[in-house]
C-alpha cells in the first residue's frame, strides 16, 4: 500500500476505534448513574430515624395528605416498569405482547435510558408497529 492509503487507513480505523469508545462511555456513565441511584436508595433506607420519631415508625406523608389515587397508580406502574426492565431479553421480549401500549411507550423510554438494548428495542417497536396498522 502506498503512504497515503495507508494513512487514510489509519485514519479510519482511529475514528472507528474513537466511535466505539464513545459508545462505551456512554453506557459506562448510564451504569453509573444506576449504581448511584441504587447506592443512594440504600442509603436512604439505612439511615436512623429522627431523633424524635421512633425508630421503624413510618415517616410523615410529604405534600396533601391524600395522594391521589392516580398518582398511587402511576408509581405502581413506573415500579412495575422498572421490574420488567430488569429482566433477562428473553423473558421481557416474551412479556411484550402481553404489555398496553402505554406501558410498552413507558417500558421503551425506560430501556432507552438504561440498559438500550436493541433486541429489546426492537421487539417493543415491532410491537407498536404492529398496533398502529
Known sequence: MER???AERAKQMTAAGLASASRGLTKAARAAE???ARL?????ADAPAAPDMPQGAPPEPE???TASPSAAAEARADDDVAALAEQPVRALTGEIPN???D???ALRAHEEAGKAR???LTAID?????RED
Open 4 to 6: 497515503d492509503e495507508l
Open 34 to 36: 444506576r449504581t448511584a
Open 40 to 44: 443512594h436508595t440504600a442509603k436512604d
Open 63 to 65: 405534600g396533601p395528605a
Open 99 to 101: 404489555l398496553s401500549t
Open 103 to 105: 406501558r410498552l411507550r
Open 118 to 120: 436493541k433486541t429489546v
Open 126 to 130: 415491532r410491537q407498536l408497529a404492529s
